[in-house]
């Protein structure tokens, strides 16, 4: 069984930033690609970012591209998404999630991951 525990949210202010960690447990980390999700109130859960298991490759939702970086840590069993110039809509519940183990492919569809954490709230005041 794979668990997951993020870290690092919090109330910012627009233009700032806030790095999330999510702590995996296991020694199978780096078999998983990893991916962040958020959902803000009222809408749907979108994906983020996500990140193969070397680390080499990354993808990322338009909105967030140039301001966003998701990294990896194998001997950590750690994923983090380094958050920069904030805006108020990128208010909402983080998730991160794994796919795995060994996936084909770096994939960004909410229903391909099958490891979910709780959830970490970051809010981004105007």
């Known amino acids: 069984q794979v668990q997951l525990v993020e870290s690092g949210g919090g109330l910012v202010q627009a233009g700032g930033s806030l790095r999330l960690s999510c702590a995996v447990s296991?020694?199978?980390?780096?078999?998983?690609?990893m991916g962040w999700f958020r959902q803000a109130p009222g809408k749907e859960r979108e994906f983020v970012a996500a990140?193969?298991?070397?680390?080499?490759?990354?993808k990322y939702a338009d909105s967030v591209k140039g301001r966003f970086t998701i990294s990896r840590d194998n001997a950590k069993n750690t994923v983090y998404l380094q958050m920069n110039t904030l805006r108020p809509e990128d208010t909402a519940v983080y998730y991160c999630?794994?796919?795995?183990?060994?996936?084909?492919?770096?994939?960004?569809?909410?229903?391909?991951?099958?490891?979910w954490g709780q959830g970490t709230q970051v809010t981004v005041s105007s």
């Open positions: 296991g020694r199978t980390f780096s078999r998983y690609t």
């Open positions: 990140i193969n298991r070397s680390g080499g490759t990354t």
């Open positions: 999630a794994a796919d795995g183990p060994f996936p084909s492919l770096v994939v960004t569809t909410l229903e391909d991951y099958d490891y």
